[in-house]
Nanobody
Protein backbone atom coordinates (compact mmCIF):
# COMPACT_ATOMS: atom_id res chain seq x y z
CA UNK A 1 0.00 0.00 0.00
CA UNK A 2 1.29 3.41 -0.93
CA UNK A 3 1.81 5.99 1.81
CA UNK A 4 2.23 9.65 0.94
CA UNK A 5 3.70 12.46 3.02
CA UNK A 6 3.67 16.09 1.91
CA UNK A 7 6.10 18.75 3.04
CA UNK A 8 7.05 22.31 2.20
CA UNK A 9 3.93 24.29 2.99
CA UNK A 10 4.02 27.58 4.83
CA UNK A 11 3.52 31.30 4.52
CA UNK A 12 4.66 32.97 1.31
CA UNK A 13 4.23 36.46 -0.08
CA UNK A 14 2.34 37.22 -3.27
CA UNK A 15 4.55 36.86 -6.31
CA UNK A 16 7.06 34.58 -4.65
CA UNK A 17 7.72 30.87 -5.15
CA UNK A 18 7.27 27.77 -3.05
CA UNK A 19 8.03 24.10 -3.64
CA UNK A 20 5.97 21.31 -2.14
CA UNK A 21 7.11 17.71 -2.01
CA UNK A 22 5.26 14.44 -1.78
CA UNK A 23 7.28 11.43 -0.65
CA UNK A 24 5.87 8.02 -1.47
CA UNK A 25 6.69 4.80 0.36
CA UNK A 26 5.28 1.32 0.45
CA UNK A 27 6.20 0.03 -2.94
CA UNK A 28 6.92 0.76 -6.54
CA UNK A 29 5.12 3.60 -8.28
CA UNK A 30 5.36 1.89 -11.63
CA UNK A 31 2.08 2.34 -13.43
CA UNK A 32 0.87 4.98 -11.01
CA UNK A 33 -0.27 8.50 -11.64
CA UNK A 34 0.23 11.02 -8.87
CA UNK A 35 -1.78 14.17 -8.47
CA UNK A 36 -1.87 17.41 -6.52
CA UNK A 37 -5.16 18.79 -5.24
CA UNK A 38 -5.98 21.79 -3.10
CA UNK A 39 -8.90 22.57 -0.87
CA UNK A 40 -10.22 25.59 0.99
CA UNK A 41 -12.86 25.35 3.72
CA UNK A 42 -16.34 24.82 2.41
CA UNK A 43 -15.25 23.85 -1.08
CA UNK A 44 -14.48 20.62 -2.89
CA UNK A 45 -10.97 19.56 -3.64
CA UNK A 46 -9.64 21.27 -6.75
CA UNK A 47 -7.37 19.49 -9.21
CA UNK A 48 -4.01 21.23 -9.59
CA UNK A 49 -2.09 18.79 -11.74
CA UNK A 50 -0.81 15.25 -12.10
CA UNK A 51 2.14 13.26 -13.38
CA UNK A 52 2.40 9.84 -14.95
CA UNK A 53 5.19 8.19 -13.02
CA UNK A 54 6.37 5.96 -15.84
CA UNK A 55 7.00 8.62 -18.47
CA UNK A 56 6.93 11.81 -16.32
CA UNK A 57 4.28 13.35 -18.52
CA UNK A 58 2.40 16.06 -16.63
CA UNK A 59 -1.15 17.34 -16.82
CA UNK A 60 -1.94 20.74 -15.30
CA UNK A 61 -5.21 22.44 -14.55
CA UNK A 62 -6.02 25.33 -16.87
CA UNK A 63 -6.82 27.48 -13.84
CA UNK A 64 -3.15 27.43 -12.82
CA UNK A 65 -2.34 29.41 -15.97
CA UNK A 66 1.16 27.98 -16.30
CA UNK A 67 2.41 29.22 -12.92
CA UNK A 68 2.92 25.77 -11.35
CA UNK A 69 4.89 22.76 -12.53
CA UNK A 70 5.06 19.15 -11.40
CA UNK A 71 8.14 16.98 -11.51
CA UNK A 72 9.20 13.63 -10.13
CA UNK A 73 12.39 12.17 -8.71
CA UNK A 74 12.07 8.54 -9.70
CA UNK A 75 14.91 7.05 -7.62
CA UNK A 76 13.65 8.81 -4.48
CA UNK A 77 9.94 8.37 -5.22
CA UNK A 78 9.29 12.05 -4.56
CA UNK A 79 6.90 14.28 -6.51
CA UNK A 80 7.30 18.04 -6.45
CA UNK A 81 4.96 20.95 -7.04
CA UNK A 82 6.85 24.07 -8.00
CA UNK A 83 4.60 27.06 -7.35
CA UNK A 84 5.67 30.32 -8.99
CA UNK A 85 4.16 33.79 -8.87
CA UNK A 86 1.74 32.73 -6.16
CA UNK A 87 -1.45 34.67 -5.48
CA UNK A 88 -3.67 35.00 -2.39
CA UNK A 89 -6.24 32.77 -4.10
CA UNK A 90 -3.65 29.96 -4.07
CA UNK A 91 -4.11 29.76 -0.29
CA UNK A 92 -5.33 26.24 0.50
CA UNK A 93 -4.42 22.88 1.93
CA UNK A 94 -2.45 21.06 -0.75
CA UNK A 95 -2.62 17.28 -0.83
CA UNK A 96 -0.98 14.68 -3.01
CA UNK A 97 -2.71 11.54 -4.15
CA UNK A 98 -1.81 8.39 -6.05
CA UNK A 99 -3.53 5.67 -7.99
CA UNK A 100 -3.45 3.52 -11.08
CA UNK A 101 -5.70 5.76 -13.10
CA UNK A 102 -6.58 6.28 -16.72
CA UNK A 103 -6.04 9.76 -18.08
CA UNK A 104 -9.71 10.65 -18.11
CA UNK A 105 -9.86 10.03 -14.35
CA UNK A 106 -6.99 12.26 -13.28
CA UNK A 107 -8.99 15.37 -12.43
CA UNK A 108 -11.48 13.68 -10.10
CA UNK A 109 -10.25 13.36 -6.51
CA UNK A 110 -12.66 10.50 -5.83
CA UNK A 111 -10.68 8.27 -8.19
CA UNK A 112 -7.49 8.34 -6.12
CA UNK A 113 -7.23 5.64 -3.43
CA UNK A 114 -4.13 6.93 -1.65
CA UNK A 115 -3.74 10.37 -0.05
CA UNK A 116 -1.29 12.31 2.01
CA UNK A 117 -2.29 14.31 5.07
CA UNK A 118 -2.02 17.67 3.32
CA UNK A 119 0.10 20.75 3.87
CA UNK A 120 -1.15 24.32 4.36
CA UNK A 121 -0.05 27.02 1.95
CA UNK A 122 -0.91 30.58 2.87
CA UNK A 123 -0.21 33.44 0.48
CA UNK A 124 -0.11 36.89 2.01
CA UNK A 125 -1.01 39.95 -0.04
Amino acid sequence: QVQLVEAGGGLVQTGNSLTLSCAATGGSLSGYRLGWFRQVPGKDREFVGAISWNDRRTYMADSIEGRFAISGDKPKNIMYLQMNNVRPEDTAVYSCAAGRLILSSLRNAANYPYWGQGTQVTVSS
